[in-house]
């Protein structure tokens, strides 16, 4: 039986067009809200009927990446991986 090889991880520049931004510089962790989907409507299925009806819609997004973003939206990166996406995006 062939093993098929276990596919490349996405590159830094990849994740920054597919919308990852930083959440945590001391874990290297990037999140994002998923695709075909506001901060606010991703934060209202993640957490219905609370207080973000009063946030504003980039503030619904940075609190869905910080709390409740999981699976695919998430990403730790390498060392060297976090030094690219930093030198890239400052």
Do not use: N, W
């Not at 989907?37 to 934060?43: H, I, K, N, W």
């Amino acid at each position: 039986m062939k093993q098929e090889p276990l596919p490349l991880p996405p590159s830094v520049e990849d994740l920054i067009e597919a919308g990852y931004v930083q959440v945590s510089r001391r874990y290297r962790m990037l999140a994002r809200v998923p695709p075909g989907l506001t901060g606010r409507q991703a934060l209202d299925a993640a957490a219905p009927g609370r207080y973000h009806q009063r946030l504003s819609e980039d503030a619904c997004a940075e609190q869905y990446r910080r709390v409740y973003a999981r699976g695919t939206d998430v990403v730790t990166l390498t060392r060297e991986d976090f030094i690219r996406y930093l030198q890239l995006t400052r």
